[in-house]
């Protein structure tokens, strides 16, 4: 069994302050985790993803997440919010094998304040 | 290179009826996946399709039910709609490759289908 848990549901931050999204997730075994945003009425953008490789993975418009094992988080960070940046971020966990399960975080709404 | 594409993009039906969903797949790509997205909620798994065949499946009731083509291009077919079928329908490709790759998925815009 796997599961996902975005611990906010909103996050509010300053334009040029950091942001920090938090995820955990629970997996029976090594899985791969991505972090996806949407933007208002648009699909899903894949930001970064991890999968067993280097820990620290580093996304486009500068996004990175750690990857961290003995936490079972995976939280999504940028130095510096920008106002394009306001959207729905999800945290996704894949259990790969002969079929890949996905399962999704309920998502983080981040605001952006100018 | 296109990538995933869906249509329509937006839908309007009555509790009761059918409707179909399309999907053509990012070039490349072989394995199609469906998935729900309620108002202010993350996906929902529906179904995974790979060569032509349904291979795993969420939690969700028979009336959902899918095809995929030769040409990998896939259909979500939902019967006796109710309203709580509301939502954003997301299709999402992938290749198959091989689990040590692990590759992602790449999602189409959605179908914003509405239940009235």
């Known amino acids: 069994a796997q599961s996902v848990t975005q611990l906010d549901s909103h996050v509010s931050v300053s334009e040029g302050t950091p942001v920090l999204l938090r995820c955990n997730y629970s997996s029976s075994y090594s899985p791969s985790l991505f972090w996806y945003v949407q933007h208002p009425n648009k699909g899903l953008q894949l930001l970064l993803k991890?999968?067993?490789?280097?820990?620290l993975v580093k996304g486009i418009n500068g996004f990175e997440a750690e990857f961290k094992k003995s936490e079972t988080s995976f939280h999504l960070t940028k130095p510096s919010a920008h106002m394009s940046d306001a959207a729905e971020y999800f945290c996704?966990?894949?259990?790969?094998?002969?079929?890949?399960?996905?399962?999704f975080g309920t998502g983080t709404k981040l605001q952006v304040i100018p | 290179d296109a990538g995933v594409t869906q249509s329509p993009t937006h839908l309007i039906k009555t509790r009761g009826q059918q409707v179909t969903l399309r999907c053509s797949p990012k070039s490349g790509h072989d394995t199609v996946s469906w998935y729900q997205q309620a108002l202010g909620q993350g996906p929902q798994f529906i179904f995974q399709y790979y060569e032509e065949e349904e291979r795993q499946r969420g939690n969700f009731p028979d009336r959902f039910s899918g095809h995929q083509f030769p040409n990998y291009s896939s259909e979500l077919n939902v019967n006796a709609l109710l309203l709580g079928d509301s939502a954003l329908y997301l299709c999402?490709?992938?290749?198959?490759?091989?689990?040590?790759?692990?590759?992602?998925?790449?999602f189409g815009p959605g179908t914003r289908l509405t239940v009235t």
């Open positions: 999402a490709s992938s290749p198959r490759g091989r689990a040590v790759y692990r590759p992602e998925q790449y």
């Open positions: 996704v966990v894949r259990l790969d094998g002969g079929y890949q399960k996905v399962t």
């Open positions: 991890y999968t067993s490789a280097a820990t």
